[in-house]
Nanobody, 115 residues
């Protein structure tokens, strides 16, 4: 089993930056694909970025060139560096870890971008 704890959210002005962290427990995290998702009020949860155990990444078109996902397997942690934030990036950001037979979610961290 994997437990995920996100941190790093907060209030930031448009154009600013935040770095989200997701600390994982459980040895299977290192072999998992890790991802960041977000859910804005009244909207469905959407994928923001994913990184495989081997380091392959993909991003939603809306965040390419502004957000960077990375992982430190020695620390069992995945990060999301968010630059040039926009008000429409306001949402609860969730971390997840998935494999062929499982998917785990964190509790989420609020990111609010003011205009």
């Amino acid at each position: 089993q994997v437990q995920l704890v996100e941190s790093g959210g907060g209030l930031v002005q448009a154009g600013g930056s935040l770095r989200l962290s997701c600390a994982a427990s459980g040895s299977i995290f290192r072999s998992s694909t890790a991802g960041w998702y977000r859910q804005a009020p009244g909207k469905q949860r959407e994928q923001v970025a994913r990184i495989t155990s081997g380091g392959y990444t993909n991003y939603a078109d809306s965040v390419k060139d502004r957000f960077t996902i990375s992982r430190d397997n020695a620390k069992n942690t995945v990060y999301l560096q968010m630059n040039s934030l926009k008000p429409e990036n306001t949402a609860v950001y969730y971390c997840n870890a998935e494999g062929a037979l499982y998917m785990y979610w964190g509790q989420g961290t609020q990111v609010t971008v003011s205009s």
